[in-house]
T-cell receptor
């Protein structure tokens, strides 16, 4: 029940295209859903996050779509660039105190010129 | 954004020795810090959660006597890998959460690459 399932495992997108990464969760207590970007040899960096009271959140080229009834959320990267090539992790947690974050398995994105 | 640093960024040690990794929140007070381990091409595995001034809470399967965690202040947590063995070689990442903007946001350090020979 604590799992966050992420797909695809890897993704190759041409420059200028749209990258889409999907995640699904089971625990209905989760109410905070961040996405992290990680470059090789570096720690993850918070990219964008959403709470279930909204269905979409956009920050620049990055958009999170959230479907509460389906318990699914996705990251869309518009106009993908080679510099976006990294591993992306979705995550989920319950708010309050020091609830731990449950991470997805990661998606390795490669944007080719 | 909030900045979390780790030191050292990489370390090589001999089997049987102990290694200490520091995690610091540079511009905010971290009420809670987390330690993760990451294997190549894998997701982050939570090892333990520590709150300032109290004992760390370890995840199931993590040896608390081997991975000593101290959260002595609101800006510093340390992970000591005791009697390190080659199988302890990994990428260790800390994260910190505090009373800034949102209590739900974890800010990650850059990670420490540990190689045990």
């Amino acid at each position: 029940q604590q799992q966050v399932k992420q797909s695809p495992q890897s993704l190759i997108v041409q420059k200028g295209g749209i990258s889409i990464i999907n995640c699904a969760y089971e625990n209905t207590a989760f109410d905070y859903f961040p996405w992290y970007q990680q470059f090789p040899g570096k720690g993850p960096a918070l990219l964008i996050a959403i709470r279930p009271d909204v269905s979409e959140k956009k920050e620049g080229r990055f958009t999170i779509s959230f479907n509460k009834s389906a318990k699914q959320f996705s990251l869309h990267i518009m106009d993908s660039q080679p510099g976006d090539s990294a591993t992306y992790f979705c995550a989920a947690k319950s708010t309050g105190g020091y609830q731990k974050v449950t991470f997805g398995t990661g998606t390795k994105l490669q944007v080719i010129p | 954004g909030a900045v979390v640093s780790q030191h050292p960024s990489w370390v090589i040690c001999k089997s049987g020795t102990s290694v200490k990794i520091e995690c610091r929140s540079l511009d905010f007070q971290a009420t809670t810090m987390f330690w993760y381990r990451q294997f190549p091409k894998k997701s982050l595995m939570l090892m333990a959660t520590s709150n300032e001034g109290s004992k760390a809470t370890y995840e199931q399967g993590v040896e608390k006597d081997k991975f000593l965690i101290n959260h002595a202040s609101l800006t510093l947590s340390t992970l000591t890998v005791t009697s390190a063995h080659p199988e302890d070689s990994s990428f260790y990442i800390c994260s910190a959460m505090g009373a800034i903007s949102s209590t739900d946001t974890q800010y990650f350090g850059p990670g420490t690459r540990l190689t045990v020979l």
